[in-house]
C-alpha cells in the first residue's frame, strides 16, 4: 500500500479523510488486525484485572517467584496435613474438595510472639469455603517462622473435628 495514501487518509481536512476522527480510523484498523487486537484486549485486560503489582499491601508487594502448594480436602483429612515453607516466600494454597464441601480456616498469628501476623494474606478471611469438585486458592507470604494450625470450618461430617493440619514456616 502506498504511504502517501495512507497519510492523506489520516490529515484532517484533506479530500481523502472521511469525517471519522484519527482515534476511529486506528480503531477501525486495529479491528481488522487480529493480532494487534488479541494484543490490545490484553493490555486492557491485564491492567483491569489487578495484574500489575500493586505496593498496597505487603503480601502483594513481593516480586518473588511463588510456590503454589496442592492440597486436596476429603473425607475428614487434608492431604498433605503438613507442609513445610520457607519464611518470606510467596505461597498460593491450591486446596480442591475432592468428596463434598469443606472449609479452610487458618490462624495468621501462629506462635509468632511479637504481636504481629505471621501470614500475611493477599485477601484474608475468616474461613475459605470450598464446594465439591472445586478449588479454592489462598495466597500469602510466609513472614514469620512458626507452626500454623489450619482446621476444616465447614461442618462436613461425623469426622469434622480431626480434619486439620499444620502449616510450618522455617527460617
Not at 498460593?92 to 463434598?100: C, F, M, P, Y
Not at 506462635?111 to 478449588?135: H, R, V, Y
Request: net charge positive; glycine share 8%; proline share 5%.
Amino acid at each position: 500500500m502506498n504511504r502517501n495514501y495512507l497519510w492523506r487518509r489520516l490529515l484532517p481536512g484533506s479530500p481523502f479523510c472521511s469525517n471519522k476522527s484519527r482515534l476511529n480510523l486506528w480503531t477501525e484498523r486495529l479491528m481488522r488486525s487480529p493480532v494487534l487486537a488479541q494484543l490490545s484486549l490484553a493490555a486492557f485486560l491485564s491492567l483491569m484485572s489487578g495484574t500489575v503489582t500493586r505496593h498496597s499491601n505487603p503480601a502483594q508487594a513481593s516480586t518473588q517467584d511463588v510456590k503454589v502448594i496442592e492440597v486436596s480436602a476429603k473425607k475428614f483429612e487434608y492431604n498433605p496435613s503438613s507442609i513445610h515453607v520457607k519464611q518470606g516466600t510467596k505461597i498460593q494454597l491450591r486446596i480442591t474438595a475432592t468428596d463434598h464441601t469443606h472449609g479452610f480456616k487458618i490462624a495468621a498469628d501462629g506462635s509468632a510472639k511479637n504481636g504481629k501476623p505471621g501470614l500475611a494474606f493477599s485477601a484474608p478471611q475468616d474461613c475459605w469455603k470450598i464446594e465439591k469438585g472445586q478449588s479454592s486458592t489462598i495466597e500469602f507470604v510466609a513472614q514469620t517462622p512458626g507452626t500454623y494450625s489450619f482446621k476444616c470450618c465447614v461442618t462436613c461430617g461425623m469426622g469434622h473435628a480431626g480434619m486439620k493440619g499444620q502449616l510450618i514456616v522455617d527460617p
